[in-house]
């Protein structure tokens, strides 16, 4: 059975597919938005067809939760953006299937209000009752102060400046981690 992440009165959410390509290249097209991932370039339509949905169907998994999570508001169901839910790693070397990686990307009217931090955390306790999940996980550019302050709003901590590793390019980033609090978490 889909996992199911429960609404709050301000934001709901959706698992995402292949039909929500346009919401994908809206949101890629602020050039802050994609400031720390690509220097700021907006997003081709063809990567988002040809790299990003074959990539994400690759990792979509209802039962688990795996996948892109839409955000939207409750009141309106106004498209705010996504949280992404993956195991670490994945398609490289060193992928860890019990470390949850989260991760968001939202409009920037959204900023600084909270949204990723209650979306990711949300999502986050949900997944809290797996026990196969030992760790929960974020990276970010080192310089991307936003994104670090919503990991350490979730709890998570600085372990190392690391290479993340991905089809299309490495990059330099920051880890932080937290452990999954369930007790029947896996050691």
């Given at each position: 059975m889909p996992l199911f992440i429960a609404p709050s009165a301000r934001l709901s959410y959706r698992l995402m597919g292949s039909a929500d390509a346009d919401l994908f290249f809206e949101l890629d097209q602020d050039p802050e938005v994609m400031r720390f991932l690509n220097d700021g370039k907006p997003t081709p339509r063809e990567d988002i067809d040809n790299y990003f949905l074959p990539r994400m169907l690759a990792f979509t998994d209802p039962e688990r939760g795996h996948g892109i999570w839409e955000v939207t508001l409750t009141s309106t169901g106004e498209y705010l953006g996504w949280i992404l839910v993956r195991d670490y790693g994945f398609g490289t070397h060193y992928h860890?299937?019990?470390?949850?990686?989260?991760?968001?990307?939202?409009?920037?009217?959204?900023?600084?209000?909270?949204?990723?931090?209650?979306?990711?955390?949300?999502?986050?306790?949900?997944?809290?009752?797996?026990?196969?999940?030992?760790?929960?996980?974020?990276?970010?550019?080192?310089?991307?102060?936003?994104?670090?302050?919503?990991?350490?709003?979730?709890?998570?901590?600085?372990?190392?400046?690391?290479?993340?590793?991905?089809?299309?390019?490495?990059?330099?980033?920051?880890?932080?981690?937290?452990?999954?609090?369930?007790?029947?978490?896996?050691?």
């Open positions: 860890e299937h019990d470390n949850v990686e989260l991760g968001w990307r939202l409009k920037r009217h959204c900023w600084g209000k909270g949204i990723a931090t209650e979306a990711a955390g949300n999502i986050m306790r949900t997944l809290q009752g797996n026990p196969s999940i030992r760790l929960f996980c974020a990276i970010a550019d080192s310089e991307n102060h936003g994104s670090i302050g919503v990991m350490k709003k979730l709890g998570m901590q600085f372990v190392d400046n690391r290479i993340h590793h991905t089809p299309k390019r490495d990059f330099p980033c920051a880890y932080y981690v937290l452990a999954n609090t369930n007790p029947e978490a896996s050691p």
